[in-house]
Every structure is written in C-alpha cells, then in structure tokens.
C-alpha cells in the first residue's frame, strides 16, 4: 500500500456543537469526553477518520467547554486509542453566523436542494465564507507535505480545494466528498459567486457525489458556467488552469455490521420502557420516522400521507401508531423555525382529529435518544418511512435496514434520495408528494404477506451491508491512491 493511506489530513466543515456535526471534545478534569453527534457527515465519518492516523481539522465555535492546551488547538481522539488527531479551528460568533447559518446554509444548501426561493444572500456571508475557507486551507498548509493526502468533506468548503491546491507541493493530492446533491444548471444559475464556487471545486484532483446524476449535473454545470474549463463527459473528468479533476460517484453506506449488533442486542425491557414512556400500546403495529427538522425531508408530506390513511383505512384506527422522532437543527435559520412549527402544529392537528382516550396516531418527540433505544426502536418498527423531498443519500433508510435483523419489516423510501438509487425497488416506492399513492403504500406495507416483506427484507441487507461504510472508503481511497501514485510517478519522470 502507498504510504499516502497512512498520512491523511481531513477537512470537516462540520461545528463541534450543532445538532448536525462534530465531536465534543470536553476535558473533565484530567480526561476527555468524546460524546457522538447527530448527523449523517460527522456520524458516517468518524469511524473512516478512526481508522487512520491523520488530523481531522474541523470548527469550534469558541464557547470554552473546552480548553485545549497545545498550542495548535489539537487532541487525540478518542482519548483512549488515540485513532486521530482533532484540531479546533476557534470561529467567533459573527464567523459562524456568517460562514455557517449564512453562505453554507442560507445559500448553499437550498440552492443544491433545487430550493431557490429560500436562498438567502445576506451582504458579508460570502465574504465570510471565503475567510473561513482559507483558515481551513492554512491549517491544511500547516500539516501538509509532499507525500500527503487531504480529504475535504462537504459544502462548507467549496473554495478551500483551490487555496489549498495552489499552496501545498503538487505531489499532495486533494479529494472532497460532496454530501449533498449537485442541482441543475437552471437552478445553480441561481448560485451567488457560482463562477467562484466552480472554480474552487476544481480545484480538487478528485471530487466524489452519492450518485451519478449529481455528478453529471457538476459537469454540465462546469462546461456551462466555467469558461476555460474542457469537460470529458465519458470519463468524468475536468481540465482547467493546468490541472485535471475526475469526478466520481461513490454511494455512501453505513456501518452495517455495529447496527445489527446493537439491534440483536436491544433489549425487550429496553423497549417495553421505551413505549411506556412515550405511551405508545405495546398492541399497535409500529410505523418509524426519524430526521432532522430540515425542509427537505418532506415531514409535512409523510404526516399528510398517515393522516389519508387513516381516512382511508379507519380499520387501522388503534391499531397502528407512527412514532416520528425528530431532531431540531439550524434553528437560528427562519426557515427552519417555522418548519418546525409547521410540523408540530401538523401532529396536534391529526392526533386531534383521530386520538382516543388510550391511543394516538402520532407519537411525536424531540428528545435526543441514545444509540440502544435507537436500535431498539429500528428493529421492532414494522415500517420505517423515509421520505425526502430531496436526499443527497439518507443513510436512516440504510441504518433501518441493518437493523432490521428480523427480516420482519418494510422500508417506504422516496423516490428521490440517493438511497432510492442503490436501493432501488426492493423498498416500497413513494413519490413523497403523492398523498394518496403514499397512503396507499403504507397500507400496502402494514398488510404485506411476512414472505414477501422477508424477501424485500433480505435482498435490501445484502445491499446495505455489500455498501457499507468500509467499502465506500476503499472505493474513495483506491481512487485516491491512484490519483497520487499518478502523481508522483508524473513528478519523478
Ligand atoms: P443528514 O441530512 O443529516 O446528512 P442522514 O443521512 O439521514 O441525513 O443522516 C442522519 C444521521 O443522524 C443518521 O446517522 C441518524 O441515525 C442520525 N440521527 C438523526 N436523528 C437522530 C436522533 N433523533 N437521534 C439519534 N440519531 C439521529 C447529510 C446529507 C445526507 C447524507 C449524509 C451523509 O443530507 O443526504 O446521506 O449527509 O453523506
């Protein structure tokens, strides 16, 4: 193997205190706490960057929980195996509003959603933005050599590639996964600085997306927008100001094997407990839905489509409760306050309108739950609903199905995540703004024959665990060997 997979410095635009990314690292006393976050990237990432020796370079917003002593602002984590080393960059509050609530997700975001209606460009975000992203690539400076690889992770930095490529020996090799999707060129006309942002990604000698359509979308959007760059669709590539980006696309999946270990091991009493406490009748046949309070995942549209199956289908009144748990985020953003409201006002509405004295049809909570009830809850629901507006993959839908050890269950997945693609019919389809055809796939799901729901079952683990998170970081990771291996045999000749 090429020494380039044991020195390894990561770019993670992810905080260290928002309900969708990062470690806390908090010293207590003499020892630190590492407490796991809530959030596809940090969740996904923090078992690949374990298993490295590199430096995970991520924010902090300087709120002094903790204190770090050396002079660079690093930690070994987790403390006990010293797997990587995490270095805080301190972000003041104006920064995070700006670089964080701003450009990354008052623009960013909704725009490679194909929401443009919510961008929002305040006057100092971008500005912000591009000050955030050369801090990032100064720390890289600090850590990089000839020999190294740096990985950049997501939205949060789309310029830093070029600041760190025009900085670092080009025997070092830039790669950046891209978590989210990639729009259209009719919507990312739509993008402030869009001609900045382009430039910044190509940067990169490798930039991965979840699926095909969002990498071909980047190259039409390239060849449209970008002048001076040469596009080769058939091989996914990108030549521009001297240098070549090849554009892959690498599924992200989860890691399989630890879900179905912690769901073989939830216990009967952990979930009994569980139900009490949420008053859910031990009796009633268990619908799951589990997201962050984001716009784009169609909570609205899913409580619409329980409420028409209830109308539809009032045999299922008592009989079936839903239990949505849902995680508050980006909360300082107006959009997704009132999404919020939205869909609490929703639940009240339809538990209103069918409730008794003894049942509810909506089982409605924020509270953060631990892993164990979370894989309790996965195995023993009969049908999980994942239905996004739009996805870059969803990896619940995928957590679900490595749970579900019991090949009792059924998985509703919207058409349009990335997850839909790798895991395609094998779930029950839903256009999740298709109230009626959503309702009638839940019925379909509750009422399925158990060897039809175990044929489903089986095929969607196989495809999970043959996907899973190690093999999405060898696929990265033999792409960027051979980008870097390229690299130096290209400077040695
Ligand atoms: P997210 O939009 O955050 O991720 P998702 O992929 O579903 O969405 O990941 C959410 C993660 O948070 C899952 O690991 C889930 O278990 C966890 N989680 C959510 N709510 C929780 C709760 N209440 N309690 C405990 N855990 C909870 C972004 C992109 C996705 C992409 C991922 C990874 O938006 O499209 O799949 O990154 O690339």
Redesign the pocket.
């Known amino acids: 193997t090429s020494d380039a997979a044991s020195r390894r410095s990561g770019g993670g635009g992810g905080p260290p205190t928002e309900a969708?990314g990062g470690i806390h690292a908090k010293p207590n006393e003499r020892s630190i706490t590492v407490d796991e976050p809530?959030?596809?990237?940090t969740?996904?990432l923090d078992p690949v960057v374990k298993k490295t020796d590199g430096t995970w370079i991520a924010w902090g917003d300087g709120d002094a929980d903790f204190e770090v002593t050396d002079e660079e602002n690093c930690v070994a984590v987790p403390p006990d195996e010293e797997a990587y080393t995490l270095r805080r960059l301190d972000l003041s509050e104006e920064a995070v509003d700006s670089y964080y609530y701003g450009f990354s997700n008052r623009v960013l975001w909704p725009l490679c959603h194909g929401f443009p209606d919510l961008i929002a460009d305040r006057p100092t975000d971008f500005d912000w933005y591009r000050t955030v992203n050369e801090q990032f690539a100064d720390a890289v400076g600090d850590h990089a050599d000839d020999d190294s690889v740096i990985w950049l992770q997501d939205y949060h930095l789309a310029l830093a590639p070029r600041m760190i490529r025009d900085s670092v020996p080009a025997t070092a090799t830039v790669a950046h996964f891209w978590?989210?999707p990639w729009p259209s060129p009719a919507t990312f006309r739509h993008c402030p600085a869009g001609n900045r942002i382009l430039e910044g990604l190509v940067g990169n000698d490798l930039l991965g997306f979840?699926v095909g359509t969002y990498a071909d979308r980047f190259l039409n959007c390239v060849d449209r927008y970008l002048s001076g760059a040469t596009v080769d669709r058939a091989r996914r590539t990108i030549r521009y100001d001297g240098g070549m980006t090849r554009i892959v696309a690498t599924p992200?999946g989860v890691d399989a094997a630890a879900y179905d270990r912690d769901a073989r091991s939830a216990s009967v009493d952990r979930l009994s407990s569980l139900f009490d406490t949420y008053g859910i009748p031990e009796t009633t046949a268990i619908g799951l839905g589990?997201?962050?309070l984001?716009y784009t995942k169609g909570i609205p549209e899913r409580l619409l489509a329980i409420e028409r199956f209830f109308e539809q289908h009032p045999d299922w009144l008592g009989a079936f409760t839903f239990v949505q748990?849902a995680?508050p985020s980006r909360t300082d953003i107006e959009a997704y306050e009132q999404y919020g409201e939205h869909v609490r006002s929703e639940v009240t509405r339809i538990n209103r309108r069918f409730e008794t004295a003894d049942w509810q049809p909506i089982v409605y909570t924020e509270d953060?739950?631990p892993r164990e009830d979370?894989c309790a809850l996965y195995r023993h629901a009969d049908v999980m609903v994942v239905s996004p507006l739009v996805?870059?993959?969803?990896?619940?839908a995928q957590?679900y199905v490595a749970a579900s050890v019991d090949s009792d269950s059924a998985l509703l997945l919207s058409d349009r995540t990335?997850a839909h693609e790798r895991l395609g019919s094998h779930a029950l389809t839903i256009d999740p703004t298709d109230t009626d055809g959503f309702a009638h796939q839940l019925e379909r799901a509750l009422s399925m024959s158990q060897y039809e729901r175990s044929r489903r079952m089986n095929t969607l683990r196989q495809r999970v665990f043959n996907g899973d998170i190690e093999s999405w970081m060898d696929t990265q990771f033999d792409w960027i060997r051979r980008i870097h291996e390229n690299a130096h045999e290209t400077t040695s000749r």
């Open positions: 969708d809530t959030g596809g990237l969740a996904g978590h989210i979840h992200m589990l997201d962050r984001d748990k995680t953060v739950l979370l996805d870059g993959m969803n990896l619940v957590e990335g």
